[in-house]
């Protein structure tokens, strides 16, 4: 009963928080149409909804088939079920949202931006970016706990793999696996599509899996999560089937101690730059910086991509109860490639990574 | 050697019709940004492109984690690896898209709008919604094939599950089989998440699987699909797990008896809205017609939801070669659910069941 009671309260804390906002954006409502920004303002989980608020109420209006399910679910706001368009509800004198009203125009079409404009012609329509970013990737305990229990399942399912991987499973009967532990062991579904990508498949950094054999004598990527309570968790472990090269063997070092270096780079105060700076500085010292082609890590929740990115395009510091990934890849062209990746999280003076799955290199 | 060739002269004939249509519409130049369109109009199968049709060219702009992937897919457009941002590629005197561009305004947020009139004000920015949805709907033998091959693969899993329907099962075993068999039979991955929806959840028609146990004497709805070659599946089947009860077999006689009418019904020529009322009459006359909350049934393709719908929004008659869901589904709240889905392909005169999982009520 009192964790209910804590959970209402910081539920009305997060509409509070867009309210303050209000007040100084100088417009009169915001109107949230982005169903994850939704889920973590509201609790609402369904597949339809839009949310307004404005300095006195919050609305979700959503349809018929979560007549029930609004009521288990939301917090913090009214509970609309529209019964013909939500434009005609919205025109309903019952609601006042005042002049001015603030759109999600990164996370809305362009056409139903023209039909509310149309619809609702007395308002002046504002377009904002990024309305609730600011928030979302700042975690609260119970987030972080929930991204836990992902991360618990994803290292559970990685134990799993290991005695399957052998030269007779193609890449799918691996991913295969994947898909079926992760539900198994209590996900609500996969965060993404499982990547497993062996040998030359693997210095592709968005291989899919293919009915190939797991090639012998080379390196196999493994990139999974799942979603725990609506929160996502991201991994990647490379891991070696048989004996590999002197090679493959000093890459997947070099990429071992550039992650480590990252995860103790990444703390509160430091840029997602700066921490991207510093370990493609170190594997452009090992020569291998010219294969590291992607973004050093991003932030995840209840998206498994989302902000902050760790990127030379983030300027800004990670702020305490940032959730990240750090995941440096090397990418030989034709041959193989090696990333590995945990999730963590950023403290005042240190990063706590999430994963226990090993990262010493497995030779199976 | 020869089906290539036809693959490939089909593919231009997509980027043709896209001509035609531009000739018509008094735009110089498409911009299209939707990933399915774009998969259908040149088989790119990554997550970031544009492709621009003007009179003369067809080009796809990708970046460069796509360099080895448009050789090996991209047919009719000229591939472009984009080295900064987008908009600084088609600023490039290179490019001559005319005045007019017309862009899909359902597709692209309103801000990537905003982007392109800031970047590129020389341009008259037309808003266009729908635009290969006329010629997406219309399948190719080919895509029918891929869809055929599917279908085959959800049939193999169905009998895979029926064995493991007991009461000691959750909800969610059933699901992870669902995902584990698609991938093992050869799937690319699911066409949505399965849902398995057990006695009361059943009566939720977007019922999510849960720890549950499948109720003994009651209904389970399973409604699942995979994608192969980038085509999706969708079916849905409704067992009984023990002895049900005779309104439960009434349900169900009369979903079936339903479903069947809805496929006889299904036709070139005969309206969306006609199909679903003539299924929607019929059950009303059985007394179940107010827990038929759903349209009758959806296209399928590249995606899982597409056009022509069953349901009285849609006045067009049905075409030749579409290919459409057909699932009638009565929700008796708080007791049991019945749904029961195939996917047709819509010829002259007749309609064409493409599953082959037994329709008759199955008792475990």
Request: zero cysteines.
């Given at each position: 009963m009192a964790?209910?009671?804590?959970?209402?309260a910081l539920e009305n804390q997060r509409i509070h928080m867009l309210k303050e906002k209000l007040f100084q954006s100088g417009v009169d409502a915001f109107f949230i149409s982005d169903l994850y920004d939704i889920r973590w303002l509201t609790?609402?989980?369904?597949?339809?909804?839009?949310v307004v608020i404005t300095k006195q109420h919050a609305w979700l209006f959503t349809d018929f088939r979560y007549e029930e399910q609004v009521k288990r679910e939301v917090q913090g706001a009214t509970p609309v079920i529209v019964k013909n368009t939500l434009e005609e509800e919205l025109k309903s004198p019952t609601y006042n949202f005042g002049a001015k009203i603030g759109f999600?125009?990164?996370?809305?079409?362009?056409?139903?931006v023209q039909t509310y404009k149309e619809q609702m012609p007395n308002h002046e329509w504002i377009p904002l970016t990024a309305l609730c970013d600011e928030?979302?990737?700042i975690k609260e305990p119970a987030e972080i706990e929930s991204m836990r229990k992902a991360v618990e399942i994803s290292d559970k399912v990685f134990d799993k793999l290991l005695p399957l991987i052998t030269p007779s499973a193609t890449e799918l009967d691996i991913a295969a696996e994947i898909s079926y532990w992760n539900k198994k062991f209590g996900a609500d579904k996969d965060s993404f599509d499982p990547i497993?990508?062996?040998?030359?498949?693997?210095?592709?950094?968005?291989?899919?899996?293919?009915?190939?054999?797991?090639?012998?004598?080379?390196?196999?990527?493994?990139d999974m999560g799942c979603v725990f309570n609506g929160y996502a968790s991201d991994q990647t472990r490379t891991v070696a089937l048989g004996k590999i090269s002197n090679e493959a063997k000093s890459v997947y070092n070099a990429v071992l101690e550039s992650q480590l270096l990252g995860i103790e780079t990444a703390q509160a105060g430091i840029s997602g730059k700066d921490v991207d700076e510093k370990v493609r500085t170190f594997l452009d010292?090992?020569?291998?910086?010219?294969?590291?082609?992607?973004?050093?890590?991003h932030g995840v929740g209840l998206q498994v991509h989302e902000k902050p990115v760790l990127s030379k395009r983030n300027e800004k510091p990670l702020m305490p109860m940032n959730v990240v990934t750090v995941e440096p890849g090397v990418y030989i062209p034709g041959k193989f490639g090696v990333r590995i990746e945990d999730m963590v999280v950023i403290h005042e003076g240190y990063s706590e990574p999430l994963q226990k799955s090993p990262k010493k290199l497995i030779e199976l």
């Open positions: 964790l209910e009671e804590t959970q209402t609790k609402f989980s369904g597949s339809s909804a839009t999600q125009a990164d996370k809305l079409s362009y056409s139903t928030f979302v990737m497993v990508a062996s040998g030359p498949n693997g210095a592709l950094p968005h291989a899919r899996p293919s009915y190939q054999k797991l090639q012998p004598n080379n390196l196999i990527v493994i010292e090992k020569g291998y910086g010219k294969y590291f082609g992607h973004a050093l890590g």
